[in-house]
Nanobody, 115 residues
Framework: QVQLVESGGGLVQAGGSLTLSCAASGGIFSRNRMGWYRQAPGKQRDLVADITSGGNTNYVDSVEGRFTISRDNAKNTLYLQMNSLKPEDTAVYYC?????????WGQGTQVIVSS
């Protein structure tokens, strides 16, 4: 079965950086477009960045130029390098397939950006 394990979150000051990782198993990773989603308190879960198996990337405007998504297909691992973090980036971050995510979401990793 699909398993997604996110890690790397934490508390950081505005302007700081974090790198998130997502270890995937169960066949979801190799041929799928994968993405990072985030859910802020009281808000819906939204996709912020995605990457094809061949490495083509897309970002929402609010993170363009600050976040970089990448993947290691040999390790079934997805990454999100986050720079110049802002308080509005505070959320729980999840990885999953795009555009149709698996029903098996991971536990997510919490990112808190203090002002």
């Amino acid at each position: 079965q699909v398993q997604l394990v996110e890690s790397g979150g934490g508390l950081v000051q505005a302007g700081g950086s974090l790198t998130l990782s997502c270890a995937a198993s169960g066949g979801i990773f190799s041929r799928n477009r994968m993405g990072w989603y985030r859910q802020a308190p009281g808000k819906q879960r939204d996709l912020v960045a995605d990457i094809t198996s061949g490495g083509n990337t897309n970002y929402v405007d609010s993170v363009e130029g600050r976040f970089t998504i990448s993947r290691d297909n040999a390790k079934n691992t997805l990454y999100l390098q986050m720079n110049s973090l802002k308080p509005e980036d505070t959320a729980v971050y999840y990885c999953n397939a795009v555009p149709i995510p698996s029903r098996s979401w991971g536990q997510g990793t919490q990112v808190i950006v203090s002002s």
